[in-house]
């Protein structure tokens, strides 16, 4: 089953998600442009549970 995401291709979905869990907080370790990596952090966790949520089919909080 794959994710529908609107104005974006689902390939680049999974690569900027695979590539934003492991960069995004050694940004934080490094402090670099720490405010915007944690509002990115912070978008991508909520994005990763209306994703899971999809899956499974209801809302897990």
Do not use: D, K
């Amino acid at each position: 089953m794959r994710y529908n995401a609107p104005f974006i291709l689902w390939e680049s979905v999974v690569y900027l998600g695979t590539a934003a869990e492991p960069v995004l907080p050694i940004f934080l370790l490094l402090e670099l442009a720490t405010r915007l990596t944690a509002l990115m952090l912070f978008l991508f966790n909520i994005i990763a549970v209306a994703v899971l949520s999809c899956f499974v089919g209801r809302w897990i909080l």
